[in-house]
């Protein structure tokens, strides 16, 4: 009997999470996608200097990216609980997403004074670090595992980055002119053997998903396990407290 019960929702549990490595499997093919058509928009890209390799990394980092999420499904039938871990990395993660997308809009297409754009971008890397920590604490309250506590922030950090680097991918066709025109004074483009700014911006931005790709989920577990790490000491503290005496 309990068999029967607990099948319909073991069959629930495992559809939503092939839905979810279907819609981040569409995710990471539109950024492939990106990447390919917004080089090749620009031809004279391809003509500077170390072009390909620039090229190269976001590909690289997003195939490593599909063999964890084409492993989502597997992985997550033989943990106890993952369901809740990717229910709250997931919700955390495209908050987090949305948030970073509204800073790199600020940043690339609206003309604001430094100072603002400095502030705001601070805002939104802090917000972004505060919500990988939130999804630990918050996971390992619920599953009762710090791993999984911490497993939850590299999810987050996933999805979001995920996210952002669509964006910001998109960008590069449909903008970029305006991402050009804040390179123009940039020291690393005036230090460089590059003599094309939109070609620079191209590179530019490719090179900041795949530095966004490699670092966010090392910060995501460093964060996280000091997240979980205060949810499961807060836990165990309400434990051993006494229950007053009526």
């Not at 705001?120 to 972004?128: E, F, R």
């Not at 595992?145 to 922030?153: E, I």
């Not at 490719?206 to 490699?214: I, P, R």
């Amino acid at each position: 009997m309990l068999t029967s019960h607990h099948a319909p929702a073991g069959r629930e549990e495992s559809q939503r999470v092939h839905m979810l490595r279907r819609w981040l499997l569409v995710v990471i093919g539109c950024d492939l996608g990106l990447l390919f058509v917004g080089a090749a928009h620009y031809p004279p890209f391809f003509s500077m200097p170390g072009a390909l390799g620039y090229l190269a990394e976001p590909v690289i980092a997003l195939a490593i990216y599909t063999g964890a999420v084409l492993a989502l499904p597997p992985i997550a039938s033989r943990i106890p609980h993952s369901s809740v871990a990717l229910c709250v990395g997931t919700t955390v993660g495209l908050i987090a997403g949305a948030i970073e997308v509204m800073s790199t809009a600020l940043e690339s297409l609206v003309m604001l004074p430094q100072y603002v754009v400095s502030v705001t971008t601070g805002a939104a890397m802090l917000s972004l670090f505060l919500l990988f920590g939130v999804a630990g604490f918050v996971s390992s309250r619920r599953t009762h595992s710090f791993w999984l506590g911490m497993g939850t922030a590299i999810w987050s950090a996933i999805v979001a980055i995920l996210i952002v680097v669509t964006f910001g991918f998109l960008l590069v066709t449909t903008s970029l002119p305006q991402l050009a025109r804040d390179e123009i004074g940039d020291p690393d483009y005036l230090r460089s053997a590059w003599t094309d700014v939109r070609a620079f911006a191209i590179a530019n931005t490719f090179d900041s998903g795949f530095t966004h790709l490699v670092e966010s989920p090392v910060i995501a577990a460093m964060l996280g396990a000091a997240g979980s790490g205060v949810g499961r000491i807060g836990r165990l503290r309400a434990r051993r407290r006494p229950v007053p005496q009526g």
